[in-house]
């Protein structure tokens, strides 16, 4: 019996990862350029409350 694995380099797609980080950075990076600081702050603050986080 013989078992064949395959390595992400071989099959070509190494890349991805490293695309998909790129374009999730430029995205978080752009929307976050065009919201008003209030509305950034607010959002944080919801998130660490829904997470159970203290923050004051």
């Known amino acids: ?3 064949k694995t395959l390595n ?4 070509g797609l190494g890349f991805l ?10 995205g978080v990076v752009t929307l976050t350029g065009h919201v008003q600081a209030a509305a ?3 959002a944080a603050h919801d998130v660490r ?3 159970g ?3 004051h």
């Open 17 to 26: 990862p490293a695309v998909f980080a790129i374009v999730l950075g430029l």
């Open 53 to 55: 986080f203290p923050c």
């Open 40 to 42: 950034l702050h607010d």
């Open 49 to 51: 409350h829904a997470t």
């Open 8 to 11: 992400a380099s071989a099959t």
């Open 1 to 3: 019996m013989t078992t």
